[in-house]
């Protein structure tokens, strides 16, 4: 390829140093890429110099050096005026400016306009306040650009400050995390806490990819009423066919068989042998009533302990019971599924008090920490003060129930879940309160 042939491929392409056309906004930056390009071309000097006049009696020389000065301030200026709006280049295109007049001019309009807005700068920094829906890593990014804006304007910041104030800026969901770097002993760097963010973040999403955690409550069969015998179903039928004639020797084996079953076992004492109408230790009426309760009517039991707090009035939140036996709401707004209950459901206290049972359903658990759990056959008891959470369910449901220097901890598959604190000789769930 010749060298006429390269100049004019060359001619024809794009040049990357060319800076962005100026609309009115971000000037310092157009003026820095502005500086550069021009530097590039060797037509830099003409933006602090302006062609000299030249006297009658000026040798050739000096005309010379004055045509080339003149050439390059009318390439300087048509560079500058090119990278302008169409607007602006209206404006300043006047045929007697200099590249130096109209450089001087744009930087007395837009430097005095932006050195106004250095007083917002500190403003906006300080209350710039990230978001839960947006990501936590691009939000403290635009923090860091406003904290760049305020370092170039001449008021340094130090790295510790700025990793304070976006620590104090996570969002509220982040509230543990945050309280977690507070309490680090040992200083880290900028960036240190930026990774930290990006690793939290990743965490939190590949968490809430997980299917959501469900409590499930598992209605307990009575023993007494399981068959025991393998062949229980086998032997109906042998005996079936010979219902209308039952010989002697068919009445032997149901005899024999039912030797092998398990002794019906009292309601009352507890003991085999015998059936509770036909029992000699009689309890009383009230502790008599409670025993012979069916698994319908023996919904939950709650400890002696809190039962009179928990009869009357209202309080917010969720509470742990370990002896609990049912989840209970006493707030209908809460339930993600409802059903009405028998008008005769009651829950029976440990004090030997009922109260009514109106329905139960779902109830989804909003823990501080972002998890969602989900309580099933939970019972509406309005009466009921406060709302509990079952810990023997949740044990029972595969989570790890941890109690130690007044916090409770609640992890599952060695995923934490969320927590709970000491309050009032129980422990309160730290979960969104529904009003």
């Known amino acids: ?26 000037f310092r930056r157009w003026r820095q890429k502005m500086e550069f390009y021009l530097t590039t071309k060797k037509l830099a000097h003409c933006l602090t110099s302006m062609p000299v006049e030249l006297p009658e009696e000026a040798t050739d020389e000096e005309r010379a050096a004055s045509a080339r000065e003149r050439e390059h ?64 890593e691009v939000q403290s990014h635009e923090l860091q650009k406003i904290a760049h804006e305020i370092v170039s304007e001449g008021m ?35 960036e240190s806490l930026i990774t930290r963010l990006r690793i939290e973040e990743e965490s939190r999403k590949q968490d809430m990819k997980e299917e959501v955690m469900v409590v499930t409550a598992k209605r307990p069969t009575p023993r007494a009423l399981k068959p025991t015998q393998k062949g229980f179903k086998s032997k109906n039928q042998q005996v079936r066919p010979h219902q209308n004639g039952a010989s002697r020797g068919n009445q032997r084996v149901m005899a024999q068989t039912s030797k092998n079953d398990p002794p019906f076992i009292c309601y009352n004492c507890g003991k085999p042998g015998h059936m509770a109408k036909k029992c000699r230790n009689k309890q009383n009426p009230a502790a008599a009533a409670r025993v012979n309760l069916t698994e319908e009517d023996l919904i939950a039991m709650i400890t002696d302990m809190i039962a009179e707090v928990n009869l009357t009035g209202d309080s917010e939140g969720w509470w742990l019971d370990t002896g609990a036996s049912k989840h209970v709401c006493n707030n209908r707004a809460m339930f993600k599924t409802y ?42 008891t309005p009466e009921i003060r ?50």
């Open 1 to 26: 390829m010749s060298t006429e042939q390269n100049n004019m491929a060359g001619s024809g392409a794009v040049d990357i140093n060319r800076p962005f056309r100026f609309v009115g906004v971000n």
């Open 73 to 136: 301030d009318f390439l300087c200026k048509n560079y500058i005026l090119n990278g302008l709006a169409d607007d602006l280049y209206d404006y300043y295109a006047d045929s007697k400016n200099t590249a130096m007049m109209i450089w001087d001019a744009l930087q007395k309009k837009y430097d005095t306009e932006e050195a106004g807005a250095k007083k917002y700068v500190v403003s906006r920094y300080l209350r710039y306040q990230m978001v839960d829906d947006k990501s936590v």
């Open 156 to 190: 340094p910041l130090d790295d510790q400050f700025q990793v304070a104030c976006i620590i104090d800026k996570l969002p509220p969901s982040w509230k543990d995390f945050k309280n977690m770097l507070r309490h680090k002993t040992k200083e880290f760097s900028l």
């Open 339 to 380: 059903t009405e209950a028998p008008a005769d459901k009651k829950v029976l206290l440990g004090t030997t008090h009922t109260t009514m049972v109106a329905g139960s359903g779902e109830v989804e658990l909003n823990f501080t920490s972002g998890k969602k759990m989900v309580l099933k056959d939970v019972l509406h």
């Open 386 to 435: 406060k709302n509990l959470v079952s810990g023997y369910l949740l044990n029972k449901a595969g989570f790890n129930q941890t109690i130690g220097a007044d916090l409770y901890t609640l992890t599952k598959n060695g995923s934490f879940v969320g927590k709970g604190y000491a309050c009032n000789g129980m422990f309160k769930l730290n979960v969104e309160i529904i009003r």
